[in-house]
């Protein structure tokens, strides 16, 4: 039984006068994969931020044992939450190589060999402008500008988004071997199927509450979860 | 014509580092620091203060005035900026801030040391005259236009190869993304203003030691300038910014050449005459940004 690495509890997102999350609660244990799955709009991404500090939140959010809320951004990447935000954002004017070492944010240059050997694509393309990546270039990029963090908790924000489908096998064959590697990972997708087949643990949200939680294979068979979310 | 072209390239150097901290900051926050000439003027002054009172060297009080006015650019930003940016104030309310926290100083400035030309202490500035050929060249000039290389060098150095300047292209490209990996934006911000700053008033004490007089209002006459330069160059681009500099110092010295002395009033239209025409041919200017890549 793995311990709790990330506890979130009564959670709220509000902006402005709507409120985006009415109060969520969930784990995501040491060593294994949670999903939150749910349709656009559930809230998912809005939790996400508010797990990274970038809005503010009402409720709970324990890391390794420590309330982070309320923490700025900076303060919550360097306790070792780091995420992969939707839409990749990388920094399109910047070299490959000058978006990992924002990841590295100053250690061991030498370190980035271990994201070239990952992604041998990105060494290939090392000195060319971000921008000109390939959506799933990019998408390499941001997940390997993450890894280099020394990411604890791993939160991906829709990593398949606006990927064509060969595209999001190979980002979802990189997620099962992080996996394998005993990467904690929180992991928000619309793609249901290819989330649940991966996922250890998952949580079904819907109009910013949770209204189903289970294991992946628990899911996956659910009549319920299968008619609405995955188009059986 | 030697000198000439000796002078427009001092100008220039001037122009230069006035222009990239002002660019510096747009590029980073997005806003027209109108409190920039403030800056300038007081690095004048904070070199002869302690040039006069300290009897520093003229080469150690610029070194003073980086430091102060630097950390006087982290201060304006807590008073006149920090405040809007918390409650995600437009653009256009920082600009007045910042021009209302100009006047405030000046106004200050003047109270003290009145609105006259003030000079630096007698023999305090080196004196030396080149000839080269039939040239004659302001020896300071020269050490100045060094300095100013040096010190922008230098700038490209701390934004193209630190984890501090990749920081500060992060936030000014992605703030959302900066964020998320770890960049400590208050840091990075202060960071901003204390080099934008530190070399605006660095260039102002250089002004000042090549024409030995400075005032209260030097700095006014710089900021449109600098602001054509800006957009010449491509709104936030660092070495756009000092391309136009130079072009512009060139072109006011060529209309001072070129221009029969009667007509030597138009010498700043002729300038402002090219920039224009850049504008016109090339209007994200000279080194900016397409506004797809800006998005």
Known sequence: MNAPLLEVEELRVRYGAVEAVHGVSFLANAGEVTALI????????STLAAISGLVPADGRIRFDGREIGGAPPHSIVRAGIVQVPEGREILARMTVEENLLMGLRGRDRAEIASAYERFPILRERRALLAGSLSGGEQQMLAIARALLAQP???????????????????????????????????LVEQNALR???LADRAYVMDLGRIVMRGTGPELLRDEGVARTYLGG | MAEQLYNAIFVGSIYALFAVGFALVFSVLDILNLAHPVVFMLGAFVALFFMSTFGLPAALAAVAAFAVTGMFGIFLDRVAFAPLRRRGAPPLSAMISSLGFAIVVIRLMELRYGPDLVSYPAGSLPQTVLQIGDARLDGLRLLIIGLAIVLMVGLTYVVRATQLGRDIRALAENPRAARLLGVDVDRAIAATFFISSGLGGVAGALLGFAYNAIYPQMGTPYELKAFTVMVVGGMGSLPGAVLGAYILGIGEIAALVFLPAELAELRDALAFGLLFLVLVIRPRGLLGHRVADRA
């Open chain 1, 38 to 45: 749910g349709a656009n709009g559930a809230g998912k991404s």
């Open chain 1, 152 to 186: 604890r908790l791993l939160l991906l924000d829709e990593p398949s988004l606006g990927l064509a489908p060969m595209i999001v096998k190979r980002v979802f064959d990189t997620l099962a071997e992080l996996k394998r590697q005993g990467v904690t990972m929180l």
């Open chain 1, 195 to 197: 989330a649940l087949r």
